[in-house]
Structure formats: structure tokens, C-alpha cells
């Protein structure tokens, strides 16, 4: 069965630079999640997409932003890079929003130096 | 094995004993409470859930149970194997549109 996507699966950036990380949902998948998760800690919600149209919006900086596009991929841009952004990035998919049946992808680990 | 009170970093079993894997959540508006397993270098893997009007739930060796009155979420896992570990997240759904995690567990099943 095809899973979450999400590409680069490893990206290495200095800091003040820029990122772009992408996630394709599973087929027919309408809603995308992105939650970052620091090295031994729980994954951190970021925002999430229904129907191409913002969600819901955690603990994401403002030099962050994504967009879901019309074939339900999503992109996370991240601008002016910290150090402790370096994480790994996680996006998942669920059918019509359902919070609870969410598949996650392998993920995008990015360091920053 | 079990993680005593409510959270533990690591618990650690041998193969074929039963874990219990505790979780505190805050939220008593969450709807729904999930169990996810995450392999080092992976992404969270969903094992079971269980709706806010239930108290057990029960899948393929593994069984949920929610405590509502002390707001406690706990899985347990029969015959655990070496392939069970893994670090264990609880989260629960505050809202309709955010998934919220707990702190995991690091489950080492040694044989």
C-alpha cells in the first residue's frame, strides 16, 4: 500500500539559510499534518491542511510557513535557520481530517550548521 | 514490566513477559486518545485507539485502558518480543485538528 512521502529525507543547511521540505500524501488523502521532533522529544505539532485551506496551527515560528496545493502535496518552507531547528520533520495524511487515523511519513531530518 | 506512576523514560522487559506503558494526559475535552510506536529513524506507527466513552479496548496482544477520573492512559502489551522495541507515544486530540503527544517511553525487550 502506498505510504506518506516526504522528501528530502536528509537535508543539511547553515544557519540563516533557507529549506523547503515536501510531503505527498497517501492517495486520496485530503488532510496533511507537519509536527517537528527534537532529538529525544515528542513529536511537536506545526500546522495542518484540510482541503488545501490552513487548519489548525501549533508551535510553528513565523519564519515558517506551508501551503497545501492542489494535489494535496504540502510544502514546509522554512526561512533564516537556527540551530535548533535541527529536527526531524514530520508529515502525516488522514482521510476528510480525521485526527485519529493519521499515517506518518519517515520523515525529513535537517541539520542545521 | 511496568513504568511506574505516571511516566517513565524506559522500561525495560524480558521477551515474553507482559509491559504496561502508562501515559498522563491534560486534556479532558480529547475525544479520542491513540497509541503510536516509533522505531528509531521512523516515523510514529499507530497501534490503537480508543474513543473518550470507552475505558478498554483490546487488538491483536495489545489492550488500552482510560481512566477518565485521574485523566490516565495506559497500554499494555502481551508476550512482549524483541520486535516491540520501541519508543511509545501517547496523544490525544484536544481539538479537532491537532494531534497532541505525550513524552515517550523507550520499551528495550531483552531475550
Known amino acids: 500500500a502506498a505510504g506518506v512521502i516526504q522528501s528530502p529525507r536528509h537535508l543539511i543547511k547553515e544557519k540563516r539559510e533557507t529549506a523547503t521540505l515536501k510531503c505527498y500524501p497517501i492517495?486520496?488523502?485530503?488532510?496533511v499534518y507537519w509536527y517537528q521532533q527534537g532529538p529525544g522529544q515528542d513529536p511537536q505539532f506545526l500546522i495542518s491542511f484540510y482541503e488545501k485551506m490552513q487548519s489548525d496551527k501549533g508551535s510553528i515560528p513565523d519564519r515558517f510557513s506551508a501551503q497545501q496545493f492542489s494535489d494535496y502535496h504540502s510544502e514546509l518552507n522554512m526561512s533564516s535557520l537556527e540551530l535548533g531547528d535541527s529536527a526531524l520533520y514530520f508529515c502525516a495524511s488522514s482521510l476528510g481530517g480525521r485526527l485519529y487515523e493519521q499515517y506518518f511519513g519517515p520523515g525529513t531530518r535537517l541539520t542545521v550548521t | 514490566g511496568e513504568s511506574v506512576g505516571l511516566h517513565l523514560p524506559t522500561l525495560s522487559v524480558q521477551e515474553g513477559d507482559n509491559s504496561i506503558i502508562n501515559c498522563a494526559y491534560s486534556?479532558?475535552?480529547?475525544?479520542?486518545f491513540i497509541w503510536y510506536k516509533q522505531e528509531s529513524g521512523k516515523g510514529p506507527q499507530f497501534i490503537i485507539d480508543?474513543?473518550?466513552?470507552?475505558d478498554k479496548r483490546q487488538g491483536q496482544r495489545v489492550t488500552v485502558l482510560l481512566n477518565k477520573t485521574v485523566k490516565h492512559l495506559s497500554l499494555q502489551i502481551a508476550a512482549t518480543q524483541p520486535g516491540d522495541s520501541a519508543v511509545y507515544f501517547c496523544a490525544e486530540t484536544p481539538s479537532r485538528t491537532a494531534l497532541i503527544f505525550g513524552k515517550g517511553t523507550t520499551l528495550s525487550v531483552s531475550s
Open positions: 480508543i474513543r473518550s466513552n470507552m
Open positions: 492517495p486520496r488523502h485530503d488532510t
Open positions: 486534556n479532558s475535552a480529547s475525544d479520542y
